[in-house]
């Protein structure tokens, strides 16, 4: 069973940072691109960040391009998105996604494995 865990989320201050994990079990981590969306109340699902398997190949959103890293560690099948200079507009749930044997993408159905999210609010 497939199971995608996000943690690390929570409420922080405007100009805060924040790490969040996503923990990968019943799948090969090491062959799947993944990929972090978030979506805001009322708002449609945004593209955030994705890596590589190899971690070769990133993509991020120029929304966030300046504020947001995401890295991979495929020995602990985890995925992290470091979040900097938080801005209330990042307030969202945050989910991470994997894609087995394909390339990192910024669309949502290119991924066949959701986690449940992480909740991020930012306070002005």
């Known amino acids: 069973q497939v199971q995608l865990v996000e943690s690390g989320g929570g409420l922080v201050q405007a100009g805060d940072s924040l790490r969040l994990s996503c923990a990968a079990s019943?799948?090969?981590?090491?062959?799947?691109?993944m990929g972090w969306f978030r979506q805001a109340p009322g708002k449609v699902r945004e593209f955030v960040a994705a890596i590589s398997s190899t971690g070769s190949n990133i993509v991020v959103a120029d929304s966030v391009k300046d504020r947001v890293t995401i890295s991979r560690d495929n020995a602990e099948n985890t995925v992290y998105l470091q979040m900097n200079s938080l801005k209330p507009e990042d307030t969202a749930v945050y989910s991470c996604?994997?894609?087995?044997?394909?390339?990192?993408?910024?669309?949502?159905?290119?991924?066949?494995?959701w986690g449940q999210g992480t909740q991020v609010t930012v306070s002005s």
């Open positions: 019943g799948l090969t981590v090491s062959r799947c691109a």
């Open positions: 996604a994997a894609r087995y044997n394909g390339p990192p993408t910024a669309s949502a159905y290119g991924y066949g494995y």
